[in-house]
Structure formats: C-alpha cells, structure tokens
C-alpha cells in the first residue's frame, strides 16, 4: 500500500528552483532510499514532509490523505543537523522533546523507560547532555526520534558522525522499526549502507528526480552487459574473445588463474555465452557483473549533468 | 498541552532555576540598600575617633571660647609650648596645632599643623567656628555703635525661608499636591529601569536563539512546533523571567529598606546629624529642628508619591516595560537566529540598541522639560517611547498623547514581529553562511 506520495512538488527560493516537479510514491512498511549530490534538493523535500516549510505548488499526501498539521505526531525526524541543548538534563530533555511531539507526560515517561532500557542507559538520565561523549548523545538523539511511535520515521544522513558500533545499532533498530510496521525515509549520501538497507530508492540531482524504483529493478537496468571469467588457461585470450563477438576489457593473471573481464554484445543470454565459451575455453568460474548502487549513482548523475 | 505553553515553561524554568539568576535576584536588592546606606554608616564610624587639638592663640580673642564637641576637644596652651609642640608633633598627644596669629582680625587667617592631613570634617569645623566667633564679634561691634535697642533679635526675625508647594489643578478642577522632584525621580528611575530590562532580557532572547541555532537543535524543535511558536514561546518566557526578576527586586528591596527605617535608621539619622553637628555651630540646638523637618518632610514625601497616580503609573509601566521588551526581544531574536556566532552578531546589534542609547541620553532633557517637542517626539516614536513615555508619566501627560503612544506602539510591535518572523524562520536553518543585511532583506519576501 502507498503510504507517502508527493506530487509535482515545486519550490523555489529568491532566484534558485530546489524542487522542480518532484513526484514520489513510498510503500508501506519500506525503506526508501532519497538519494542525490549535496545540494539537489533532499533536504528541502524533507522539510516539505516535515512542513517546516510549504511547496510552492504540488501535493503531498500521507496515508491516503493531504498532509495536515497534525500529521506532525506521526513523523519521527531526525535532521542532519541535529543536536540537543548542552545545559538540559538527559532525561527531562527527552521528555520535553516528546511531548512538543504530542504525548502526555506519562506515555511519554513509559516510552523513554523502555528505550532507555533497551539501549542501557538509565543511567544517564540526570546527566546533563554535555557530559555525554558524542555516540552517547547520539543515542538520545535516536531515541527521541522514535519515542513517539512514528509512523513515518525520516532519517537525513543518520550515520554521519556515528561510530561504527552505532552505526550498527541505528541500522538493525532501523530495520526492526520497518518490520514492526513503520515506515522509513533515509536520505544518505552513503551507497554501501542504500544497498544494505533499501528497498527502494529516489535519485534526485538538480531539483529534478532522474531515477527511481526497487533497487534491484535499477541495477539490473543499469548493467553493463559485464562479466568476469575465471580460467586455468594461461595464453593470450584476445583473439578468442574477439572471435565471440565479445569486447575483452582486461585481463590478470593470478597464479595459475587467468581472470578475463569482458563485454557481451547486445541481446545475448547467458547461457548463449557460456555455450560460446565452454566449447573452447576451461572455466572455472564465470559471473555476471551487477553495479553497485555507487555505480549506478555516479553513472546517473553524471550523464544527466552532461545533457545540459 | 498547547506546544507554545510548553515551550514558554521550558524557557522560564531552566532560567529562574539557575543559580546565576537566583543569586543576581536575591543579591542586588542587598548591594543597592547597602550603596545607599553605606556612606551614613562610614560617617557614624569616623566620629568615635576623639582629637584633641591644641591651640595657641596670639590674638587672645579666642580663649575659653572654643567650645569643644564630643569628638573634637580644644586644648589652650601658653606660647612656649605651642613653639615645642611644632617642633615635634608627632610625639606630641595633640592631633593638630592650630595657631591664631594676633593680626586675625584684620588678615583673615590661621594656620593649622598637624602631621598628617587632617579630616575635611575637622577642618571645616574648625574654619567654621572662628568664623562665626569673629563674625559675632564685628557684628557686636556694629550693633554697640549704632546704638539701637535689640537690634540683634529684630535682626533675626527677618530671617525668611519660603516653601513653595506646587498643586496640580485636574481637569476638574480638584487640586493635587505634587513635586517636581519626586516625578522626576519616579520617572527617571522607571525609565531607566525599563531601559536595563530590555537591554539584559532581549540580549538574553538573542543568546537563546544563537544556543538553539549552534547546538543544532532547533530543526528537530520546529519539526515538532511552527517555528513562530518556538519564537513567542521563548520571548514570552524570558519576558516572565524579568518580571519574576522585577518583582523580587521590587519585594526584598521594599523589605531592606523597611528593616533599615525600623532598627538602624534612626541610628544613621542620627550618626549624619553628628556629622552636622561638628560643622554647624555647637549648642544653637539646631538639631532637634532639623530632625523635626526631616520627619515633615519624609510625611510629606510618602503624602505626594500618594498623592501620583499610582496605579497609572505601575499600569503604564508594565506596559511599556512589556511593550520595550517585545518589540527589542523579536528583533534581537531575529539577529540571534541569522547569525552563527557571537562576533557576527555585533554588526547587527549595534544599529539596534542605538534607538535604547539615544533613550538614556536624553534621559535629562526630558525630565528637565517633559513637555518639550524632543520629549513629545521621543514618546511618540515606538523605538524610544517606552523609556520617554515612561519618564513623563509621573508628570501627567495628556491622554490622547498616552492613547497615542501606546497604539503607536503597538502597531509597531505587530510589524515589528511579522519582519522579525519572517527573519527568524529563514534565519534558523541557514548554516554556515556570514549572512549580510541585503540579505536578510531578501528573507523576508520568501514564502514559507
């Protein structure tokens, strides 16, 4: 089911478009990946959602419905820049942030017993937050994210800064929150953790969103048409390749090992090729080459710089 | 509860619970009555010093005639002693040498020695009873030749000392007893201390802004609350925090200063009446009249502070106070929120507290003429009327002037807050970036 959806969202700032007719669809009980350069527009899209700020034109519905104020107690935001106040104690700042989120004190106290449970640090509570080293408040940090059972979570860059213990932890309560139900924007620059936690994603540069879709959908799209090759065969592979129709990109020997990268032509299948191969060449190993979600970024945004 | 509500409780409750306000709250109502009751106490403390002062008088006019007073004695001695005594004072029990020379009369002078310098008080007392022995003795002089009966007593009778009263005639026609001096007072401690508040309390409003902006907390706030509500949360909040203040100010200093009139304030009445004493003449019984005019006087001072329009007066100030504060604290705010750091606040702040300086430079004129063009002008203009409008009050001031003022101010302070908004909700999420005034006008043709 749709849970979130924004439609030809525009805005603009004195003389500079950060949104140019932005559409998004996000799915219930998924993390969506909201990726793009710095500067393409994430943070603005974000604040949209968190209605920090109104679109100059577009909709953007939660739930089936038009955004409303009050949707404001069912999002859980955590900004990339994000902080807490030095002088307030743990404790009484978690409350206090949870209830300008809409809950009563005593819900509120329930929940932040839980949590602190959870992540052990009761303790802290009458600690004033500059006591704390940098993870330890980032804890707090994600804790007063979630405190309120948001529906809608949205982390911008939630692992800048985070060590990677607590990158970690963030990660597996990311998606255990997904799995009892929430659902999950994550704007990030960082591609290994896109791959490891999204299921789908958004590339948007330039204000405008040039890509979109399941991440495995994109990166079948944006193969290559690349394999690697592995061979106990040590002579020259070129003329055999050539031979094939296929573009030999590099080899290396390893050892007692040759490994071939190479370029299939158009509308081959892979068993055409292995039947190609086999007949003459010894493999013993053979794969298919997916691009990484890095790849695939930099291939994107760079063809679509280069068209204009 | 209602986010704004929240907000305000947090910024009054983190505030009156530090122990910089505690402390500022209890001790300054202390250090003020001790300022003020300090200098009488030093005075009681110099007069238990006991002098004695030896004198050799070449004229022989004096002799028997210095009527030593309870600190001060005078001890006459022949002409070989007073030659001794120079040489050595230091070694001598006398705490200085004055000598009359036999030509007093005629060269108006005298000299006194000592080792050290001596007191202002000693001085003049001493300077003062030559002169009226002398004086009493020409004018003894005067009276015998000319030769008329009683001329001394008829002479003293036309001493004249005229009090002016000044009465307040109302609009209807009922008179008021009133003094310059006291709604000068009034009004001059009202505005100076609306001046301070806004001063100490809008910095503080800024500060709050810049902390939320540099700890990076406040994206996380606004996502939760309108960034408008963050704002008058916090100024209504630190607004309170300033009346809490006031009042505190206002309770334990009116506590110190009944404590002082009850137990040590005859004490100090007193201990300054010695010091008159010293340096008026000895035994003309002046004290006891002096006393009884001071106790006419304070009646009649609580009779004409009763008798301003008390409650005009507190209810305009708690308006002005609050209106001063509103309109500086949004726009200090709003700097707070465009910059980063404390430096780049200065370029922006100083144009600002120019209208509160200009206030208190013409503090004086005003009260010394409240119904001149600068003061009307000065009470009219939203920037500075709440410190001028408040000096006037005590005077009287018509009431389309105060009607005036008022909408004045607060039309000003609707606009005043709109620009401050919009400044503030572009301000507090642009990081890192030196922002100019051309700038900052920009913002405030963005769309939210």
Known sequence: ?308 | MNKALLILKREYLTRVRKKSFIIMTLLVPFIFAAMTILPAWLAMQDDHEERTIAVYDGSGIFLGRLESSDYTRFHFIPREEYLRVKEDLKSSPFYALLFIPPNILSANRAQLFSDKQVTIDVKNGIDRRLEQILEGDKKQTVIDQIGIPDLEQKLAATHTNIQLETIKVGEQGETVKSSTEIAMGVGYIAGFVIYMFVMMYGMMVMRGVMEEKTNRIVEVIISSVKPMQLMFGKIIGIGLVGLTQLAFWVIIGGAVIAGVQTFGGGEGVQSVQATHDLMSTPGMAAAPMVQEQQQNMAIEVIDMVGNLNLWLIVGTFIFYFLGGFFIYASLMGAVGSAVDQDEDAQQFMFPLMLPLIFSIIILFPVVKNPEGALAFWASIIPFTSPIIMMVRVPFGVPGWELLLSMTVLLASIVGVIWVAGKIYRTGILMYGKKVSVKEIVKWLFYRN
């Open chain 1, 1 to 308: 089911m749709e849970f979130f959806k924004a439609e030809d969202v525009v805005k603009d700032y004195a003389g500079h478009r950060a949104l140019d007719r932005v559409s998004l669809s996000v799915r219930e009980q998924s993390v969506f990946g909201l990726l793009g350069p710095n500067g393409a527009g994430k943070t603005t899209l974000i604040r949209i959602i968190n209605q920090i700020t109104a679109p100059d034109s577009g909709e953007v519905y939660l739930m089936g419905r038009k955004l409303k104020a009050s949707d404001i107690q069912h999002i859980g935001y955590l900004p990339e820049e994000r902080g807490l106040y030095k002088k307030m104690k743990v404790g009484e700042q978690a409350l206090y942030l949870a209830q300008l989120k809409g809950m009563s004190r005593r819900d509120a106290l329930r929940n932040l017993k839980k949590w602190f449970e959870k992540f052990e640090i009761q303790p802290w509570w009458n600690k004033k937050v500059e006591e704390l080293s940098k993870g330890m408040a980032q804890k707090i940090q994600f804790v007063t994210t979630v405190i309120h059972e948001p529906k809608l979570l949205i982390f911008d860059e939630p692992f800048s800064g985070f060590d990677p213990i607590n990158t970690k932890l963030l990660k597996d309560e990311i998606l255990s929150l997904r799995d009892q139900g929430s659902t999950i924007i994550f704007s990030t620059h960082n591609m290994g953790s896109v791959e490891e936690i999204c299921d789908h994603i958004a590339l948007i540069n330039k204000s405008k969103k040039i890509l979109d879709g399941n991440i495995y959908d994109i990166k079948e799209q944006y193969k290559l048409g690349e394999y690697e090759l592995e061979t106990p065969e040590l002579g020259e592979l070129n003329p055999l390749f050539t031979a094939n129709g296929f573009e030999l990109l590099e080899t290396d020997i390893r050892g007692n090992r040759q490994l071939a990268k190479f370029r299939k032509a158009d509308g081959e299948s892979n068993r055409e090729i292995l039947q190609k191969l086999t007949g003459t060449l010894d493999v013993s190993a053979f794969r298919e080459v997916i691009p990484s979600m890095n790849e695939v970024f930099i291939q994107v945004v760079e063809q679509a710089n280069q068209k204009q």
